[in-house]
């Protein structure tokens, strides 16, 4: 009889809650939403033909799409260009904006936390360490094998983030199985990148100036610099990880009002966290493996669409996350590149100058911080 109570009482918190969102919305519901969806869609694509325009060599838009069409550019090295740099480039753009904004807003919503991100449970400090072990320390084992790899190559950055990814994912798997509070895995997680980080610091404090440079070179971030061979294994595994979060919008819907909530409604708390966990790790750990760790969107791409939406649910939320931040990475990548010039910028730099303040100014301007959670 409680449990009925109970269930019943949670039922008219929900359609209470769902009922001042609604009001509060200029979307009624789902109504208009699909239509601000395919909005989004619109200017992602947008977006990319623009990533495909612009650069040191500006291309026309209209030979852009003349060559994507299997048509013949005015320019030979037209086609070259789009093919061979700016399409692999401008694709893992959208793939990673995708998954951080969605790992993000997974993230969120596991540990209720606004400020909690993709990295929260140390997958970037493990791929950091990865990378940091190999350029720090292979150099010093075999000059050799250094030189071979060209300064530790692509090929050579993306195995070694992935292990050591892969490696705090395993054990973050492992530890959500085991703990029974979010919070607690929260803390584990935090704890897991303060150690890396540690290792990686005086792995640096130790190593001479080349392998230094070359380790920073990574952290600064790019989509550059991933092959179509390596786009057969990035792009599966991003799309296996945002499947699996749709597969989970219902527990993270029955997460927004805390575990009592979702656990009161039949959901199995241990193995939903275990699955939302896996997805977000994932996505994050591809993305920091192949693009280097990128700040920022993983944090405030969840915000923007909460505040465009006005919605905590993540029927739309995540299609928008995976939208928005698309959008989000192929614009900081074009900033990046300073269209017209020879000139390539941080663009970790590039997400935080540009997008810390809009987001701080929307917050602010919409009162975000009052029901981060719709709730």
């Known amino acids: ?41 619109g200017v992602v694509v947008g977006a990319f033909l623009l990533s495909l325009s612009l650069g040191s060599v500006r291309i026309p838009l209209e030979q852009v799409l003349t060559i994507l069409l299997g048509g013949e550019a005015e320019r030979a090295t037209w086609r070259t260009i789009v093919f061979d740099f700016r399409l692999p480039k401008a694709l893992t753009a959208t793939l990673a904006g995708a998954a951080l904004g969605v790992s993000g807003l997974q993230m969120q919503t596991l540990f209720r936390n606004p400020l909690a991100d993709p990295f929260v449970l140390g997958v970037s400090s493990g791929a950091s360490l990865g990378v940091a072990l190999v350029v720090l320390t292979v150099g010093a084992a075999n000059n050799t094998l250094l030189a071979v790899a060209g300064l530790l190559g692509n090929l050579s950055l993306v195995a070694a983030a992935s292990l050591g990814a892969g490696a705090v994912l395993i054990l973050v798997l492992a530890l959500a199985r085991r703990v029974q509070s ?13 150690l890396t980080s540690a290792i990686v610091s005086l792995l640096l404090y130790f190593s001479i100036a080349e392998r230094i440079q070359a380790y920073v070179a990574w952290s600064f971030g790019s989509f550059g610099g991933v092959t179509w061979t390596q786009m057969r294994v990035l792009a599966p595994t991003i799309l296996a990880g945002l499947l699996l979060a749709l597969v989970l919008t219902k527990a993270l819907n029955a997460l ?54 006005r919605s905590a649910d993540h029927r739309v939320l995540i299609p928008a996350c995976a ?14 590149q300073a269209p017209g010039t020879n000139v390539v910028l941080p663009l970790n730099a590039i997400t ?11 917050i602010l301007r919409r009162g975000v911080g009052r029901g981060t959670f719709g709730v």
């Open 1 to 41: 009889m409680h449990q009925v109570e109970s269930e019943l009482r949670m039922a008219e918190i929900t359609r209470s809650t769902s009922e001042t969102t609604a009001a509060a919305s200029p979307w009624p519901r789902l109504g208009l939403r699909p239509l601000a969806l395919v909005v989004m869609f």
């Open 323 to 336: 939208l928005v931040g698309a959008t989000a990475a192929l614009l900081a990548d074009l900033v990046a």
């Open 182 to 194: 979010s919070v607690t895995l929260l803390i584990l997680g935090l704890m897991i990148g303060y």
């Open 352 to 362: 935080a100058l540009v997008g810390a303040p809009v987001v701080v100014w929307i």
């Open 256 to 309: 927004l009002l805390g575990e009592a909530y979702a656990r009161s409604m039949g959901l199995d708390i241990r193995r939903a966290r275990v699955g939302i966990v896996a997805s977000g790790a994932v996505l994050a750990g591809a993305v920091t493996a192949f693009c280097g760790p990128i700040a920022f969107l993983g944090i405030a791409i969840p915000h923007l669409c909460r505040a465009l939406l």
